[in-house]
């Protein structure tokens, strides 16, 4: 089997017996990446030369006794909304096209010092809006299973390249689900841990009080390594959490075991029943999600329905918070210090208001503009009270809703996205349809709490991936690392290998 | 809960400082009355007794001590400047004919 299609453990372990080196491993990458890219459109920037140097210090690290972490020399993929030293930034955005951050992200800066070359900058949907990739200014991203359909989003790059196998591991971030919703439709890993688990130093904000990055992986134990490397407190960031990770990666080699015994695992009864409920639940999505309870249940756990009933306005609540934090953030963009400077035609000598005006305009795709004029809207003086204090004290509801759930589990499911990956262009000018992806993954956001998104297999009506979504207690974020790795090694049990290998293999696909 | 007009958006561009143009307009404004009608349910969830939550971590202030650290220079500070003059971002004037 070749080096790309083995997880970032396995590259790991290969790298510690000596079996291969970081440069050979990251040109396999970039070789995958200039064969497939084309027509996965996963990237936004490769940055072949640096990851190689990248590499070479790597295996110099090694061959001198001293590799500087457990995925020293495995090759990542970072989404484009961490701003990178030396490396184009544009988070998917006309406004930020050809801009060289002049500093590392904390998270970056982590992952460089931890070793592992950087093989370039993942597309995503304009400033991390969306949950197709679509709305990327530098064109969409496909999904690897089909190349017709959409890989979900925001993280659409990320999830795609470790999909297609152009990097072992990615970044992403997820603000309303943009790291599990990709994770679920493109068959891959992905964890939004608990807020302020991991650093926002560096990443360009949506909205501050819900971002949230994370490991973008093809298994549970490559997301917990990964983890481990990101996470832990950064004086950078005020809202980083001041307390030790709990033992991630130890979690997920105890639940690769499969022994759940004496573990309370609770149905969210609002976002498992497709009867009667919001946004349309594929039968196909529902067939695997119950599966992947009863293999739970198999392993040892006690199942439990628990009701969160203010669940069904958390999408109401986050279209109103959302917009109003992300006017607010994207007010920096004004053509003064950095970024796109547009002269407005036809007016004699323009001043700096008339140039923003013109330049935000060019800048900013439709959905930026939407979303900021729906956040000037909700902050304005009259509606304020009604709709971003509303958001507000909902917000504190579904708070509530998840401590009453968690008295009586100790980990929370759902389906990740309501159906599997659909047409590109389906959803693109409907935008309150396109929202309806992230309705089961908000709430999580709102709350704080951690998730992770696993494989739940293959929906019957059309044979695309479906993911189940493990949320866990704030700071318990050890708990969705048990369980899916424990769900994880049933489903492969059952499957006869990971759910990829049924992916068509893209070779010679380049459009 | 109102309907968003034409003029409205209009309005809130200008405030949030973007052009729209009419072609723009006319596309955005009837969008953005749907998603309003589809959030508007949220005023008759919560009762007054509800406090509001602004963030998901029961955070006050974080303070550091009071001691230099490194930070960008004026060279790395400028480098992404649309235009930069005597070591400052150089920007179109600020102020009206009348001002």
Sequence with gaps: MSWIRKTAAELADALAAGEVTSVELTQAHLDRI??????????????????????????????????????????????????????????????????IPPYDATVVTRLREAGLPILGKTNMDEFAMGSSTEHSAYGATHNPWDLDRIPGGSGGGSAAAVAAFEAPLAIGTDTGGSIRQPGAVTGTVGVKPTYGGVSRYGLVALASSLDQAGPVTRTVLDSALLHEIIGGHDPKDSTSVDQPLPALVEAARLGAGGDLSGLRVGVITELSRHEGGQGGWQPGVMTRFQESVDLLVKAGAEVVEVSCPHFVHALAAYYLILPAEASSNLAKFDAMRYGLRVVPEGIDNPSAEDVMRATRDAGFGDEVKRRIILGTYALSSGYYDAYYGQAQKVRTLISRDFEAAFEKADVLVSPTAPTTAFKLGEKLDDPIAMYLNDLATIPANLAGVPGISVPSGLADEDGLPAGIQILAPALADDRLYRVGAALEAALLE?????????APTLEGGAR | ?????????????????IDLDDAELDHLAPQLSVILESVASISAVASDDIPPTSHALPLTNVFRDDVVVPCLTPEQALSGAPAVEQQRFAVPRILGDEQ
């Design chain 1, 494 to 502: 059952q499957w006869g290998g990971p759910l990829l290998d049924k």
């Design chain 2, 1 to 17: 809960m109102p309907d968003i007009t034409r003029d409205e958006v209009a309005h809130l561009a200008d405030l949030a400082r």
């Design chain 1, 34 to 99: 200039a064969a497939v890219d084309g027509a996965v459109h996963a990237f936004l920037h490769v940055d072949a030369e640096g990851a190689l140097a990248q590499a070479a210090a790597s295996d110099a690290r090694r061959a001198a006794g001293a590799p500087a972490s457990a995925l020293d020399g495995v090759p990542i993929a970072v989404k484009d909304v961490m701003v990178t030293e030396g490396l184009p930034t544009t988070c998917g955005s006309k406004i930020l096209e050809g801009w």
